[in-house]
């Protein structure tokens, strides 16, 4: 009997042990299930009733395709009832700024966008806000810097006392120039001028087009110059000062419900280019003799602009 008492004591103690594993087994799975769908539909999840939309756009300005695609998402997506472009960044590439420009005006054709700046929207960023059917930034914020620049290193001076010379064979006088390693000819600083002033002539347009300013307005503007939330208010740059309360109640103007929740639509993963930025950082701080974070005190450094291709909407603080 004491034999059989203590089997079934043990068959308990089995039975309690296996319930335990099987529970924990359903837990570990539903986890991993729940990673899985967060990993493969990233900002797509939870998002299937109706809400506003919020894209954060910061930091330099590159060609981002996963930003252009979450755009795009955005568009085809009917649970997106309005839009909020965040927006904090000096600029970056032209390039990089009209492909967001086109992709956010594509969105405005069928819902209502709205830009809310925060510490700084210049140049490319500034353009990206254009694209918006209606611009909030705060009082002291940073707006404006419109125009464009090409900036590279004269190091010919350097290599002068280092005994360093350059041999080139090249097919044309303006082939590879401007170059760093000897001065620039005028021949190359015109081409690049005729180039800027046509990239800084279509940038205007946009602004003439997407505010309500006369190009000879705009053109005054787009000395450079950036101004406080409230001077931009002035010149008629943005629409309103505030924040995103301010941002969703204009939204509520074009029949958007202002109760709807906010859900900002954040990237599925790092690009390519993010992960080229960052090992670019790294390197620089390897060669300084910085620890492995050094790649966050390159870009506070604003190092990351060195990696900037082409024409540049870029203010420079």
């Known amino acids: 009997m004491v034999t059989r008492a203590d089997d079934m004591i043990d068959r308990r103690r089995l039975r309690r042990k296996l319930t335990f594993w099987r529970v924990l087994a359903i837990l570990i799975a539903a986890i991993g299930i729940a990673a899985a769908s967060n990993w493969l539909l990233g900002d797509e999840v939870g998002i299937g009733s109706n809400h506003i939309a919020k894209v954060s756009i910061t930091g330099m300005i590159t060609e981002d395709e996963d930003l252009l695609q979450r755009l795009e998402r955005i568009r085809k997506s009917p649970a997106v009832k309005g839009v909020i472009l965040s927006i904090d960044s000096p600029g970056g590439t032209t390039v990089g700024g009209e492909s967001i420009f086109d992709a956010v005006r594509q969105v405005a054709a069928e819902k209502p966008v709205v830009a809310e700046v925060g510490t700084l929207a210049a140049s490319a960023g500034y353009m990206i806000a254009t694209a918006s059917d209606h611009i909030v930034a705060r009082k002291t914020s940073i707006v404006g810097s419109i125009g464009v620049l ?164 870029l203010w420079h603080p």
């Not at 015109?190 to 309500?212: K, N, Q």
């Not at 993963?269 to 670019?280: I, K, P």
């Open 150 to 313: 090409v900036q590279y290193p004269d190091v010919s001076g350097l290599m002068d006392k280092l005994g360093i010379k350059l041999e080139e064979i090249k097919s044309s006088p303006l082939k590879a120039e401007p170059s760093p390693f000897k001065p620039t000819s005028d021949a190359a600083r015109a081409m690049i001028r005729s180039m800027i002033l046509d990239s800084y002539d279509w940038f205007i347009g946009l602004v003439e087009s997407r505010r309500p300013l006369t190009r000879e307005e705009v053109v005054t503007l787009a000395d450079g110059s950036i101004f406080t939330g409230r001077q931009a208010l002035e010149k008629k740059l943005i629409d309103e000062v505030g924040g995103e309360k301010e941002a969703i109640a204009w939204l509520g103007t074009k029949g958007v419900d202002e109760k709807l929740r906010v859900i900002e639509w954040k990237p599925r993963s790092r690009g390519v280019s993010s992960y080229f930025d960052s090992s670019a950082g790294s390197i620089i701080g390897k060669a300084l003799g910085l620890p492995d974070y050094s790649d966050d005190i390159i870009r506070k450094l604003g190092a990351e602009r060195l990696f900037l291709d082409g024409l540049v909407s």
